[in-house]
């Protein structure tokens, strides 16, 4: 007699599952690009530019084609020849793949060397001879928009100036009234700086191209295989079944491996120049000065308030710095991301955001590093702006929030700038941050300790924020629709293999994915593998970021499950002698609804699909589901901080972090937590430390792990983490939101408004990114802001 299965015991929904991959992972096993190697491989490396900007007069490989081992030397003029000196970028630019012209940042690609190992390669690389005439040097947007700034893009035609768009949304008419009308205006100005995602592994490709087959195989490290598929299709004017590429395991991307990088395209020119394998791994330098940037971005942001905190309005100006190209791998048509996710989570009547975005000599970038398209940026911003406005009113910070957050009886809400968030529970959440913190209690202690001279803070960060892009009427890449897909293959045995088009980087796929499995049919988790990044195999996605795998892929592996529960529905009225509207269904096993006893269970079914189905019925229990959803998800969160800042030193300690998530359901609560709290700690990393920027000569300060620092476990704080609140996602097959980014998103603010809560008082209003202890004691002893925005000062 068949029987219900538990579904915790079974690892289904809300089982705290130990991550199958760390199995791998942690004995050192897993298979990542530069493990791969194959038959007759050579080696390229790359060679970047010294100078942010000069116009190339010559570039002399000679000396290196003659070192022994060097099998090809690209330059930009060999990438012309076949029309790849140039790239398209997935936001409508071009970008170069070898420079031709001139150099636009430093450490640009100019060159490759692809030879027998890549010491030969970098000596070769070495020995070529580049005469570059430098070019006055642009590093922000206030140089980029001076009277008389030289053209940074100057191949383009209609290129007059350095302005790539200005950009508006909102209503500007209505704000305007709203200003008109309020009791007080309240203001402030921010960069929000240039940050890197550096994963721990770098990027890298194994190009394969095979004469015989006319088959190109290509090993690399990204987040979205089959967008590059299509990307490579496109620019290489390959046929797409010939391509695959196949995403091994990947030590972290944190958005930095969604780009499409000259280095790729560079090994595959070669691969197929040369009719043999082709292996690129990035070094770290390469990684931090060329890769992935994200960030840098200048903020002008005003409330409109009403004496008693009701906010009016709200405005915003923001000036983008892209780098030399506009290559922001994004899917939305708005040119400044979702920067107008802003104020989400507040009911806000009118709004307008104006943006520009302009060119400078940097390595390109702006979208990346666990942002989900600037929501990291839009995030910040409001709450250093809700956070000046409370004090700007003399209003408690916790109530000031609550007074004006869009209430639990408003959904859904439309926001000022037109999305729609469906669900949430924000008053609730930060009644729960509150008690944890002791909120009080503290204020008190914090005057206590004021009167001794010593520096308490306390920060808080609220926020909602749009994860899981598409839906696809309003979210597309290169034209493809943004959707995800999940088929599951269940064995005659009962055991089962899942593919999805994400791509799991660290975010534990291949432990989620067979939770929902288990959830849906009652297969246990551990009899489900989970496979992901080959597109020879796996069905059609858009890949992995902007926290949409659970949103979107993990909605199809839902759905694609429901559909082979239907299938098998009907193989348990054949099996149990019934009609199909007899037969009823609990986790695991079908019964007959009049004899509860009577049942089968799905692996009798699965069994049946291969050796006992109906006459007529189509043998095998496997299924597809293209998943396209509703809306995006809107995971609310609160986070609270609290500092102790020394004014002797400016060093600052946190005292305590209490983070509440409410991303709906959960599937497996442990790996959300340590979503978490890795957010938190790149959260914390940028209020406190990461510095990448740049000195008046486009020279990268911060190319390496001595300047840019990443924090371990001895410097991270401990963080205390709260799942009680928990509201379904309406539209969700099964109620999740998205986690993955959350933490970086909403922490950074409640960090820096607790040092600058515990500064309240002395006059300073602001202090840019990253808190380094000197800004700080700069701050307090000088009583003024201090601006994070490069260039900046060297030696003095
Ligand atoms: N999850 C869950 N319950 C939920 C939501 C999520 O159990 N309600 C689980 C998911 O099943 C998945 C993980 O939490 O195992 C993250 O899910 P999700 O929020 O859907 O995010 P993605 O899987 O799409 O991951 C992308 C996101 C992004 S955009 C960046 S950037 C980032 C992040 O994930 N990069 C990471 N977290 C990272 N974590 C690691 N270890 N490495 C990275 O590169
Ligand atoms: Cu924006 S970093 Mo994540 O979306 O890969």
Redesign the pocket.
């Known amino acids: 007699m068949s029987q219900a299965v538990d579904e915790i015991k079974i690892g289904g929904l809300g089982a705290s599952r130990k991550r199958v991959e760390d199995n791998r992972f942690i004995r050192g096993k897993g298979n990542y690009t530069d493990d791969i190697v194959l038959p007759g491989m050579l080696h390229m490396e790359i060679l970047r530019s010294p100078l942010a900007h000069a116009r190339i007069k010559s570039i002399d490989a000679s000396k290196a084609w003659d070192i022994p081992g060097v099998r090809l030397v690209l330059t930009g003029e060999i990438m012309a020849t076949r029309n790849l000196a140039w790239m398209p970028t997935l936001s409508y630019d071009t970008q170069a793949v070898l420079a031709t012209d001139k150099v636009r940042f430093q450490g640009q690609e100019v060159a490759c060397v692809i030879a027998d190992d890549p010491y030969i390669a970098k000596d070769a690389c070495e020995a070529i001879v580049v005469d570059y005439e430098p070019l006055p040097v642009i590093i922000n947007p206030t140089q980029a928009t001076a009277e008389g700034a030289p053209i940074i893009r100057d191949d383009k035609e209609n290129q007059p100036d350095n302005v790539i768009y200005d950009w508006e949304v909102g209503d500007a008419a209505g704000t305007e009234r709203a200003f008109e009308a309020a009791d007080l205006v309240s203001k402030l100005e921010l960069h929000y700086p240039r940050s890197h995602p550096s994963?721990i592994e770098c990027c890298g490709s194994i190009a394969d191209f095979n004469r015989a087959t006319s088959k190109l195989t290509v090993y690399m490290t990204t987040q979205a295989p089959h967008i590059i598929r299509a990307a490579v299709a496109m620019v290489a004017e390959l046929p797409e079944h010939m391509i695959r590429i196949i995403s091994p395991d990947i030590g972290?991307?944190?958005?930095n491996k969604v780009p499409v990088y000259p280095g790729y395209v560079c090994s595959i020119l070669a691969s197929i120049l040369l009719e043999r394998p082709v292996k690129w791994i990035e070094d770290k330098t390469g990684n931090l000065i060329s890769t992935g940037f994200a960030r840098d971005i200048y903020l002008k942001g005003e409330i409109a308030l009403r004496r008693d905190g009701k906010i009016l309005g709200v405005r915003m100006h923001t000036d983008a710095d892209h780098g030399a190209f506009f290559s922001d791998a994004q899917p939305s048509k708005f040119k400044i991301g979702l920067m107008h996710s802003a104020f989400a989570a507040y009911d806000v009547p009118v709004a307008h955001l104006t943006a520009r975005g302009t060119y400078s000599n940097k390595a390109p970038g702006g979208v990346a590093?666990?942002?989900?398209f600037r929501v990291t940026e839009a995030m910040f911003f409001q709450e250093r702006m809700m956070q000046a406005a409370a004090d700007d009113l003399g209003m408690d910070q916790a109530a000031f929030r609550r007074m004006n957050f869009v209430r639990d009886d408003q959904f859904p809400h439309r926001t000022p700038f037109g999305f729609l968030t469906d669900s949430g529970q924000y008053a609730k959440c930060l009644d729960v941050g509150l008690k944890a913190i002791d909120y009080e209690n503290f204020r008190q202690q914090q005057a206590e300790a004021r009167s001794r001279g010593r520096l308490l803070g306390l920060g808080i960060s609220t926020m909602t924020e749009p994860?899981g892009a598409g839906n696809s009427r309003e979210y597309d890449i290169l034209g493809i629709k943004m959707f995800d897909s999940a088929e599951i293959k269940v064995h005659l045995t009962g055991k089962a293999i899942v593919r999805t088009g994400?791509r799991?980087?660290?975010?534990?796929?291949e432990?989620?994915w067979a939770q929902i499995v288990a959830h849906e049919l009652g297969i246990p988790a551990e009899d489900v593998v989970v496979e992901e990044g080959d597109t020879d195999t796996a069905p059609f996605g858009m890949g992995?970021?902007?926290?949409?795998?659970?949103?979107v892929a993990?909605a199809a592996v839902a759905m694609a499950a429901r559909k082979i529960r239907a299938k098998a529905r009907k193989l348990a009225a054949h099996l149990l002698e019934v009609s199909e509207e007899d037969v009823e269904w609990e986790l695991g096993r079908f019964y007959v609804r009049s004899a509860p006893d009577r049942g089968v269970t799905i692996q009798e079914c699965a069994v049946a699909a291969y050796a006992n189905m109906p006459d007529g019925m189509e043998p095998g229990l496997e299924n597809t589901a293209f998943y396209d959803p509703p809306n995006l998800t809107w995971p609310f969160a609160v986070y609270i901080v609290t500092v102790e800042v020394d004014p002797a030193t400016g060093v600052w300690d946190v005292l305590n972090m209490v983070a509440v998530d409410d991303?709906?359901?959960?599937?497996?609560p442990m790996?959300?937590e340590g979503?978490i709290m890795?957010g938190l700690t790149e959260a914390y990393a940028m209020s406190s430390m990461q510095f990448i920027t740049f000195d008046a000569d486009g020279n990268c300060v911060g190319s390496n792990y001595m300047d840019y620092l990443l924090p371990t476990a001895w410097e991270t704080p401990g963080f205390e983490l709260h799942s009680e609140v928990v509201t379904p996602c309406p539209h969700h097959p099964i109620g999740?939101?998205?986690?993955?980014?959350c933490a970086a998103v909403g922490g950074p603010a409640a960090f820096v408004n607790a040092v600058m809560d515990a500064l309240s008082g002395t006059g300073v209003r602001n202090i840019d990114m990253p808190l380094l202890p000197d800004r700080v004691w700069e701050a307090i002893t000088y009583r003024r802001d201090i601006s994070g925005a490069p260039p900046v000062r060297s030696d003095e």
């Open positions: 994963p972290g991307g944190f958005g590093y666990r942002c989900s994860l994400a799991t980087q660290g975010q534990g796929h432990t989620t992995t970021y902007a926290s949409r795998s659970t949103p993990g991303c709906g359901i959960r599937i497996n790996i959300v979503q890795g999740a939101k998205g986690i993955g980014e």
